[in-house]
C-alpha cells in the first residue's frame, strides 16, 4: 500500500513541480517584466529549487562521447552486448583513425565493472568508467530497474546475481582470451562468490580482481548500515519495506525493495549535509555562479535517481552478507545454473591477484570491512595481494571524483597492468576487420540475444588525498 501512497503523492506534487520550474524561467527570462523586479533573482532561485525538490529523476545517461588516449581524443560508442532479463552488459567500444592510437587501444586490458545493485543506477559509476576508457576496454553490468521487469520473467535471486557474474567473466574471457574484474560498494561480495565458484571447478579465472569499499565482513569497523540490519530480524525486513509494484509499471505485481525507501535512507545518513547542499544551490542561483549550480545539478540528477531492487535478491542479501555473515564463515552454498548448490571457498582462488581500496573516512562499509579479503584469499600469494587506504576519502570518493581521479585510479591501473600478460591482450574474435576499433579482428553479427536468468544460457574532506600502498 505504501508503494501506491508514494505514486499518488508523486503524481500530486508533479504540476506544482512543472510550475515551479515554469515560474523559475519567467522570472530568469531577461525579457519578462518580472525579471527587472529587485527580487527577481531570488524568487527565481527559489523556485528552481522548489522545482528540483518535487521533479522526478528518472535514469541517467552515460553520457560518454570521447576520452583521451594517450593525448589522443577517440570516439566512444555505447552498445549492450548481452541483455539478460534484469541486467544489460554493457560496453564502451572505442574508435580512433590514429594508427599508434589503435595499436595502443589493441593492447590494453579488458575489464568487467561490476557496478553496485543497492539503489542506484550503474551510472554512478560515470566517473569510474570514463577514467577507465584512457587505458582499457571497458564493459559495466547495467542493473535493470526491478519495476520495470515483468514477472513473467521470473524471480531475481543473489544466486542470479552471482552467476550473472560468471557468465560476463566468460563471454569476455571467450572474446579475450581473458580479463580483470573491478568491484565498487555491494558487489564486491558477489564478485569474489564467483570467482571463488570459478577457481573451485578448475575454471579459468580473472587475471585480478579489485575490490572497493565492499562489505566482505560486515562485522568489522560496523557502520549504520550494519547496525540497521544487525538490529532488525529477517521477518521485520519483509513485513516493513517489501512492497508490490503498482499497476502502472510493466513489472506490476513484483515485491521490490522501492527505490524510493533506499534513497529516503540515503539522505537520512547525512540530513545536514544535504540540506546545506540545497541551500547552496540557491545562493549559487542567486550570485550567478553557474559552474557551482551546474556541479550540484549534475550530482543530485544521479543521486536521486534510484531504483527498485527485486525483494527475494535484497532479502538474501542482508541475511547472507549483513545478518549470518556466511562468505567469512564458510558457509555460504550457492546454486549453480543448473540448480546444484555449491560451496563459495576463496581459499580455492590461486591465479587472480588481488587488490582491496578502502577509504579512511567511508560511512558505508566500515574499515577493514573490504581489507577482509585478504584472509579470505588465502591461496593467492603475498606479492599478488595489496591493500590501498585512501586519506580523506569517503564512501563516493574512492571511485568518484579528484581522489579517485589522482590517487585511486593510478595504482588501480599499474596494479592491472603489472597483472596482464603479454598473451592476454590478442581478441579472440576473427572475421570481419574493423580498422578503427579498439579489438580489432571484429565479427560482424547481430546484437548478442537475450539469455535466461536460470539456466545462464549464452543470448569530500578538506584533509589532503595521501595514501598508503602495501602488500597484505
Not at 15 to 29: C, E, L, V
Not at 151 to 162: A, C, I, K, N, Q
Not at 166 to 193: D, K, M, N, W
Not at 297 to 304: A, G, I, L, Q, V
Request: net charge negative; aromatic share 10%; with cysteine.
Amino acid at each position: 500500500m505504501l508503494y501506491q501512497i508514494y505514486e499518488m503523492q508523486r503524481a500530486m506534487v508533479e504540476p506544482f513541480a512543472d510550475f515551479a520550474q515554469a515560474a523559475s524561467k519567467f522570472y530568469n527570462n531577461p525579457h519578462s517584466a518580472f525579471s527587472q523586479l529587485p527580487t527577481a533573482q531570488r524568487m527565481a532561485a527559489g523556485f528552481n529549487l522548489m522545482y528540483r525538490l518535487g521533479k522526478d529523476y528518472e535514469k541517467p545517461e552515460f553520457d560518454l562521447h570521447s576520452v583521451e588516449v594517450n593525448g589522443v581524443d577517440v570516439t566512444i560508442r555505447e552498445r549492450v552486448e548481452i541483455d539478460k532479463p534484469f541486467c544489460e552488459l554493457r560496453r564502451f567500444k572505442r574508435f580512433s583513425d590514429d594508427p599508434e592510437t589503435l595499436d595502443l587501444m589493441l593492447s590494453q586490458p579488458v575489464v568487467l565493472i561490476v557496478a553496485p545493485l543497492s539503489g542506484h543506477y550503474a551510472t554512478l559509476l560515470r566517473d569510474t568508467v570514463q577514467s577507465m576508457l584512457g587505458g582499457h576496454k571497458v564493459y559495466i553490468t547495467d542493473w535493470k530497474n526491478a519495476r520495470t521487469v515483468p514477472l513473467s520473467e521470473g524471480e531475481f535471486h543473489l544466486d542470479d546475481y552471482v552467476n550473472y557474474v560468471q557468465e560476463f567473466i566468460r563471454y569476455l574471457q571467450g572474446r579475450y582470451g581473458q580479463c580483470h574484474v573491478v568491484s565498487v560498494c555491494q558487489p564486491t561480495v558477489p564478485v569474489l562468490a564467483a570467482v571463488s565458484l570459478m577457481a573451485s571447478r578448475g575454471e579459468k579465472t580473472p587475471l585480478s580482481m579489485t575490490m572497493m569499499g565492499g562489505p566482505i565482513d560486515a562485522r568489522r569497523s560496523p557502520t549504520a548500515v550494519n547496525n540497521l540490519a544487525e538490529t532488525r530480524s529477517h521477518e521485520w525486513f519483509q513485513n516493513n519495506v517489501i512492497y508490490e509494484v503498482p499497476n502502472n509499471y510493466p513489472g506490476a505485481g513484483r515485491r521490490v525493495y522501492p527505490g524510493f525507501l533506499q534513497y529516503s535512507g540515503f539522505v537520512a545518513m547525512n540530513p545536514d549535509r544535504h540540506a546545506n547542499s540545497h541551500y547552496d544551490y540557491f545562493k549559487d542561483l542567486i550570485k550567478g555562479d553557474e559552474a557551482s549550480a551546474e556541479h550540484h545539478r549534475k550530482f543530485y540528477d544521479e543521486y536521486n535517481a534510484v531504483l527498485d531492487m527485486d525483494a527475494d535478491y535484497y532479502l538474501e542479501t542482508i541475511a547472507t552478507v549483513f545478518q549470518e555473515y556466511k562468505l567469512v564463515k564458510g558457509t555460504w552454498e550457492i546454486k549453480n545454473e543448473q540448480g546444484k548448490p555449491e560451496l563459495v571457498r576463496p581459499q580455492d582462488i590461486k591465479s587472480t591477484a588481488l587488490l582491496t581500496v578502502e577509504g579512511e573516512l567511508d560511512d558505508i562499509s566500515g574499515a577493514g570491512q573490504t581489507r577482509a579479503a585478504h584472509d579470505l584469499c588465502t591461496g593467492i600469494k603475498a606479492d599478488a595481494r595489496q591493500h590501498l587506504e585512501v586519506q580523506g576519502a569517503g564512501h563516493y570518493g574512492i571511485f568518484s571524483g579528484s581522489r579517485w581521479r589522482k590517487t585511486v585510479y593510478p595504482q588501480v591501473r599499474d596494479f592491472i597492468l603489472s597483472h596482464q600478460p603479454a598473451s592476454a591482450t590478442k581478441a579472440s574474435a576473427a572475421g570481419h576487420v574493423s580498422s578503427m576499433s579498439d579489438d580489432g579482428p571484429e565479427v560482424s553479427s547481430k546484437p548478442h540475444a537475450r539469455s535466461d536468468a536460470k539456466n545462464g544460457d549464452n543470448a569530500s574532506s578538506p584533509r589532503s588525498a595521501r595514501q598508503t600502498r602495501e602488500k597484505v
